[in-house]
């Protein structure tokens, strides 16, 4: 979990990570820590998905949109 609060404080982000354990709480909080970190609130180009009703078409289609950005 080292890393990952370095990286989190750094901003910069590894493509993948597991987050896996029996602390549901911990994994939540660390779930909940990279996507305010990542996003920095702005949830527009977001998705997250999750469990085994992942809809592969929906998927592929967001992966296949260019993303957003907005010039403030």
Partial sequence: MQTLNQ???NNSFKPVYLLYGEEAFLKNSYKNQMKSAITQGDTMNFNQFGGKSIDVKELI?????MPFRRND
Avoid: N, R, Y
């Avoid at 289609?61 to 949109?65: E, G, P, Q």
């Fill in 7 to 9: 990286d989190i404080k």
């Fill in 61 to 65: 289609s967001l992966a296949d949109t």
